[in-house]
């Protein structure tokens, strides 16, 4: 079955760094959009980081803008995001998404069932 599968969450200082891998089976991530997404406890869910099916074009909200670095791997059908500087507000559930564009959440079409980052003081 298709499925997504994320890891390398856990819990670190604020000011470390952590990096998130999302791997596919079932089918290639090459003609998608990938993204991530992150809902802390009581919170909305909220798109984190996007990269174009191509691979040149990126883009992340303004809260981790200079911080996170999405990337992507074809060969490996990995994507990754690269988490510097943590802080106490990156505390979430990260999820990594696939979608035909990168149009935001309603634009992906499938999820993985995430992967908990936890950082602390």
Request: hydrophobic share 30%.
């Amino acid at each position: 079955q298709v499925q997504l599968v994320e890891s390398g969450g856990g819990s670190v200082q604020a000011g470390g760094s952590l990096r998130l891998s999302c791997a596919a089976s079932g089918y290639s991530f090459s003609p998608y959009c990938m993204g991530w997404f992150r809902q802390a406890p009581g919170k909305e869910r909220e798109g984190v980081a996007y990269i174009s099916r191509g691979g040149l074009s990126t883009s992340y909200a303004d809260s981790v803008q200079g911080r996170f670095t999405i990337t992507r791997d074809r060969a490996k059908n990995t994507v990754y995001l690269q988490m510097n500087s943590l802080q106490i507000e990156d505390t979430a559930m990260y999820y990594c998404a696939s979608g035909r564009t990168c149009s935001g959440e309603l634009g992906m079409d499938y999820w993985g069932k995430g992967t908990l980052v936890t950082i602390s003081s």
